[in-house]
């Protein structure tokens, strides 16, 4: 299905493609083989501009928009099992467009994002590790941070710099 501003997880040829906008907000959920979409289940909940992390079987959507609410931001997370999605913690603040990763429908990291108009960001970090939300130290504004290369040269380059130890990338 055509959309825009959905959430994404997996790989090139095992991925899985929810929510979005096409063009009223969607909880439609693809999966695609490297060769064809299909349809599978929808979201538990409608969720757009959203940030996710994880694979085409064990994935989380967070946060977003969602044109009901006012604002439209919106809080809530969605875990996926391969087979169903199902809402579980709220993040400890509601925002759209957030920077995100997740390793499957367990551990994940949700990061910036906008919290209304634009222009108004948000420097929280919410970490969800077996269902729980954690808030984490806030970091420098984002707006929109949509690859793991941000998360990379956020995490991973300050650390090297403090021991002084060279990686090869």
């Known amino acids: 299905t055509a959309r825009?501003?959905?959430?994404?997880?997996?790989?090139?040829?095992?991925a899985l493609a929810f929510g979005g906008i096409e063009?009223?907000?969607?909880?439609?959920?693809?999966?695609?083989?490297?060769?064809n979409w299909t349809s599978l289940a929808n979201m538990a909940s409608v969720q757009?501009?959203?940030?996710s992390g994880g694979?085409?079987?064990?994935?989380?959507?967070?946060?977003?928009?969602?044109?009901?609410l006012s604002p439209s931001?919106?809080?809530?997370?969605?875990s996926w099992n391969g087979?169903?999605?199902?809402?579980?913690?709220?993040?400890?603040?509601?925002?759209?467009?957030?920077?995100?990763?997740?390793a499957d429908n367990t551990n994940g990291l949700c990061f910036?994002?906008?919290?209304?108009?634009?222009?108004?960001?948000n420097t929280a970090n919410n970490e969800y590790i077996n269902k729980d939300i954690k808030s984490k130290l806030s970091i420098v504004y984002?707006?929109?941070?949509?690859?793991?290369?941000?998360?990379?040269?956020?995490?991973?380059?300050?650390e090297v710099t403090k021991t002084n130890k060279k990686i090869k990338i």
Do not use: C, H
């Open 4 to 14: 825009q501003y959905m959430g994404a997880s997996g790989t090139e040829t095992a």
């Open 23 to 35: 063009p009223a907000d969607s909880s439609k959920t693809e999966s695609y083989n490297g060769t």
């Open 48 to 51: 757009a501009q959203n940030g």
């Open 55 to 68: 694979t085409q079987t064990s994935a989380l959507s967070f946060a977003g928009r969602m044109p009901s």
């Open 73 to 78: 931001v919106q809080a809530i997370n969605q």
């Open 83 to 102: 087979t169903s999605w199902t809402e579980v913690g709220d993040l400890n603040t509601a925002r759209r467009f957030p920077g995100g990763t997740a």
């Open 112 to 121: 910036g994002g906008g919290t209304g108009a634009p222009g108004n960001v």
């Open 142 to 158: 984002f707006l929109k941070i949509f690859n793991i290369l941000n998360l990379f040269t956020l995490i991973i380059i300050p």
